[in-house]
């Protein structure tokens, strides 16, 4: 028997806002988060632009003992998932840590701080700078770790690290377990702190936009004058729930996930393949027991990449035809790499719910070579549809699609 998964609760730290209220002006007026960076002053870098959330306190109510092991990224992921437990109306629940409850979490990599500690090391030759939770900050599945343990989770633990995809990954794999009967509920998503490294990796690919004085005007996903992505950062966490036991406790349902499709190219490290993304979709799609025409919205990974703008578009257009609704939040968000998936999944259920679907910013004249689509651009689109997917594409080809819809249907 399948279960049926529910969205309960969510939270978010972003360069837009940390809740609809604040992030859908910033949608409307198309105004996105894109600064110059001062401090990136490396030789040989080419970018100089990113989108930071700025003004995070961290977690200011909690002791350092408390704290130690969480570099930047965990704070973000901890602070966005006291969010969502409180929106879930689970906060102090028994729930948490009767053995019911995971966590499926993910990021690119953990704090670069702590990895520049072992770095240090191995140039100096001393271990100076290591202390007992150096590694625990560095991590890979940093995040899932100390939401686990500062929540008292007991159930599975599932780390989510494949890059751009690490987010949305880990809501398929916590609906799949949900579904399957494994955990009554999970905490999923992803996160990503800001490093200059990051911008580097996509530098050397000549993958990055050099709009250094206008950052205003980019990144520019599906526009004939994009000249690249801009790195991000942030957190989003969802509270995921089977059906009956949210309905049993009275609790609010902001959205239910009806289908998960991932996959792999299985051809080059970084090129993105049209052919798998778009069996991904329609992986995405039976997994949800519905037909292209029932999804009245698609939001891109749209990352303002050449290869990665044109293959997407030729996927989502064989599929869904030329008149679907799509659009990219990294427009306004830059990549947030592995915290993209979650955030923006959790604004194309809000825009599902609000009836309002945002623009991509910057697009004024869609390359030719991209297929034909329904590009909202300008102005912000009103649409009424019950499903939407939301899409990412990751470095190693790996492919992950999500199928949302309101509820009540």
């Not at 979650?342 to 991509?360: K, Q, R």
Request: a negative charge.
């Amino acid at each position: 028997m399948n279960h049926r998964v529910v969205v309960t609760g969510i939270g978010a730290i972003t360069a837009i806002g940390s809740s609809w209220d604040e992030a859908q002006p910033r949608l409307e007026s198309g105004q996105n988060a894109v600064v110059y960076m001062d401090s990136w002053d490396y030789e040989g870098l080419y970018t100089r632009l990113a989108a930071p959330v700025i003004g995070f306190p961290g977690l200011p109510h909690l002791s350092r003992k408390r704290t130690r092991t969480m570099g930047r990224v965990s704070l973000m992921a901890v602070a966005a998932t006291e969010q969502a437990i409180h929106q879930a109306g689970l906060d102090g629940s028994e729930l948490l840590g009767s053995g019911s409850v995971g966590v499926a979490y993910g990021s690119s990599t953990g704090s670069t701080d702590a990895a520049m500690d072992f770095i240090r090391m191995l140039l100096d030759r001393k271990v100076d700078g290591i202390t007992a939770t150096t590694y625990l900050r560095m991590m890979s599945h940093t995040t899932p770790v100390n939401i686990a343990v500062h929540f008292g989770l007991t159930g599975r633990v599932i780390t989510s690290s494949s890059a751009c995809t690490s987010g949305s990954q880990a809501i398929g794999y916590a609906f799949e377990t949900i579904r399957s009967g494994r955990q009554l509920a999970m905490i999923a998503g992803g996160g990503e702190e800001l490093c200059p490294t990051e911008a580097a990796v996509f530098d050397t690919l000549y993958a990055t936009s050099t709009r250094n004085d206008a950052p205003e005007t980019t990144p520019r996903p599906f526009d004939k004058d994009r000249d690249g992505l801009v790195i991000g950062e942030g957190a989003c966490t969802f509270l995921l729930e089977e059906l009956e036991h949210a309905k049993a406790r009275g609790a609010k349902i902001l959205a239910e996930i009806i289908g998960f499709g991932t996959n792999c190219d299985g051809a080059h490290v970084t090129r993105p393949n049209r052919i798998t993304m778009g069996r991904c979709m329609e992986l995405g799609l039976a997994d949800a027991g519905l037909p292209p025409t029932a999804i009245g919205y698609v939001n891109a990974h749209g990352t303002a990449t050449e290869h990665g703008d044109i293959a997407e578009s030729h996927a989502t257009s064989e599929l869904f035809g030329p008149n679907i609704p799509i659009s990219s939040l990294k427009s306004y968000l830059g990549h947030s790499l592995g915290a993209c998936g979650a955030i923006e999944a959790w604004l194309t259920i809000e825009m599902m719910n609000h009836g309002w679907f945002a623009p991509t910013a910057n697009l004024e004249n869609v390359d030719p070579r991209c297929s034909e689509l329904d590009y909202i651009k300008g102005q912000g689109r009103r649409i009424a549809t019950d499903c939407v997917m939301s899409n990412n594409f990751a470095f190693g080809g790996i492919n992950t699609s999500l199928v949302l819809r309101r509820y009540p249907t």
